[in-house]
T-cell receptor, first 110, second 114 residues
Framework: QQQVKQSPQSLIVQKGGISIINCAYENTAFDYFPWYQQFPGKGPALLIA?????SEKKEGRFTISFNKSAKQFSLHIMDSQPGDSATYFCAATGANNLFFGTGTRLTVIP | EPEVTQTPSHQVTQMGQEVILRCVPISNHLYFYWYRQILGQKVEFLVSFYNNEISEKSEIFDDQFSVERPDGSNFTLKIRSTKLEDSAMYFC????????????FGPGTRLTVL
């Protein structure tokens, strides 16, 4: 059973554009939703996270939008830069281990 | 900034051999995890460890796998008899007990089983 579904699988955005990655989850017991950024050959690095008691969280150019009733959340990267090119994973957890989405490979074209 | 470290960065082994992957979690963290990422796929949970015992494990974590915290700083993953399908990146993660769910990941060990 896939606990967290992520789309799209890959995304190409022009520099300065907005990148949007979507995730959906099944388990209503999940109460923490982080996004991780991963560069080739490196471990996942926490980018931003949200709890379901808020509908949006913004940190710099990165925003999470959360829709509890739809069990969906998304990552928005404003003013996308070539340095943002990486794989992004959404994840969810309720008590202990993280359930990861399948990842989105983002390419920002200069 | 404190970080999770892992050694070795790359391990090559023959099928059937035992391997030990090592991790040094962030010093004041109390929860420890191992995850696996097969090339090009998502990160998958293997096991969590707290208070010197396994707190949760996935179906991937069968009898060939074991974890240990041999001292106050290291956290190890042992694969007793490696199989070709064990080839993957193995990530260690840790988090503290201060009410945050944030897990911090190490850089990973690439395991290649020949």
């Amino acid at each position: 059973q896939q606990q967290v579904k992520q789309s799209p699988q890959s995304l190409i955005v022009q520099k300065g554009g907005i990148s949007i990655i979507n995730c959906a989850y099944e388990n209503t017991a999940f109460d923490y939703f982080p996004w991780y950024q991963q560069f080739p050959g490196k471990g996942p690095a926490l980018l931003i996270a949200i709890r379901p008691d808020v509908s949006e969280k913004k940190e710099g150019r990165f925003t999470i939008s959360f829709n509890k009733s739809a069990k969906q959340f998304s990552l928005h990267i404003m003013d996308s830069q070539p340095g943002d090119s990486a794989t992004y994973f959404c994840a969810a957890t309720g008590a202990n281990n993280l359930f990861f989405g399948t990842g989105t490979r983002l390419t920002v074209i200069p | 900034e404190p970080e999770v470290t892992q050694t070795p960065s790359h391990q090559v082994t023959q099928m059937g051999q035992e391997v030990i992957l090592r991790c040094v979690p962030i010093s004041n963290h109390l929860y420890f995890y191992w995850y696996r990422q097969i090339l090009g796929q998502k990160v998958e949970f293997l096991v969590s460890f707290y208070n010197n015992e396994i707190s949760e494990k996935s179906e991937i974590f069968d009898d060939q796998f074991s974890v240990e915290r041999p001292d106050g700083s290291n956290f190890t993953l042992k694969i007793r008899s490696t199989k070709l399908e064990d080839s993957a990146m193995y990530f260690c993660a840790s988090r503290d007990s201060g009410g945050t769910d944030t897990q911090y990941f190490g850089p990973g060990t690439r395991l290649t089983v020949l």
